[in-house]
């Protein structure tokens, strides 16, 4: 754990997850983090704050889970912090952490192949085949969906051992509600959609966009326009491509090279007294 003194120098961190998994994919991040002087959290999604296997034995919690709901309950969780908290999501946990910033939450946020807000373009190739199955089964948006190997294996997966593709599926995939992959499909046709950010909102904290350059689900290029949508906003945004990464970034192989770069992006961004090292504290 980290020492007081660091601990207490450092805002805390939030950790958001995706979907299709739980909240047990930032264990090594959090341990990774913590060695570095932070708190950590890693709170799960409504409904998925139970064991993988009763998730996929009952998963009917999730039923009609939207993405305005999963960014409500983050946001409690945030404010109910005694700091304003650094915000870490993953795929639409990294689309969370982008609404909780517009909303004025977070000391700082980092969006890991994040689910683009609405207004950047996303129906590339490999994203659609990645997810478009799920807008095809009746009735999905007030329905819990499951994911197949194959489906998981393109879609995160797709470059890494099959051993490696297997125990992924096995130790983390669960089913998921239908209704957030709807709300993305037709954010650009909704008005008052969910996914809404203000791409030029004035005194927001200052974000982090990543990428991994072999991504499927949200490719590379869905990330960089995210990351132009912010051009005109006064507001610090930077972005960053790992080439060689899939959409299971944070746990492939090599995942400590990005989680450093976080380290040392947090320590250039963050007001000075809240500055730490990207070297873990000496004991």
């Avoid at 650094?86 to 909780?100: A, E, N, R, T």
């Avoid at 998981?152 to 239908?178: D, I, K, S």
């Avoid at 072999?214 to 990351?227: G, L, T």
Wanted: proline share 9%; with cysteine; net charge positive.
């Amino acid at each position: 754990m980290a020492s007081a003194e660091m601990a207490g120098s450092a805002p805390p961190i939030v950790f958001i997850h995706g979907a299709w998994v739980t909240a047990t994919t930032w264990d090594e991040w959090a341990r990774h983090f913590e060695a570095r002087g932070y708190e950590c959290h890693a709170p799960a999604w409504p409904g998925k704050d139970r064991p993988v296997e009763e998730i996929r034995r009952d998963p009917s919690p999730l039923a009609g889970l939207g993405i305005a709901a999963i960014a409500d309950h983050y946001e409690r969780i945030a404010r109910a912090l005694p700091t304003p908290p650094i915000l870490i999501g993953h795929s639409y946990g990294g689309l969370i952490v982008q609404l909780l910033l517009d909303r004025g939450v977070g000391a700082a946020g980092v969006a890991i192949d994040s689910a683009p807000p609405k207004g950047v373009f996303a129906f590339e190739p490999a994203a659609l085949r990645s997810l478009g199955r799920i807008l095809l089964v009746p009735f999905a948006w007030r329905r819990v969906v499951r994911w197949r190997f194959w489906e998981f294996r393109y879609a995160f997966v797709h470059t890494l051992p099959v051993r490696v593709q297997r125990e992924a599926y096995e130790r983390y995939v669960v089913p998921e509600t239908g209704r957030i992959f709807f709300e993305s499909a037709l954010a650009p046709f909704m008005p008052r959609s969910p996914l809404r950010v203000d791409f030029r909102r004035a005194g927001r904290a200052p974000l982090l966009l990543i990428a991994g350059a072999r991504d499927h689900v949200v490719p590379a290029v869905i990330n960089r326009r995210n990351f132009a949508k912010y051009g005109r906003s006064a507001s610090r945004t930077d972005f960053r491509e790992f080439p060689e990464r899939v959409h299971w970034i944070v746990a492939q192989e090599g995942w400590q090279e990005v989680a450093d770069h976080v380290v040392g992006w947090l320590a250039a961004v963050l007001p000075a007294p809240n500055r730490l090292t990207a070297e873990p504290p000496t004991r």
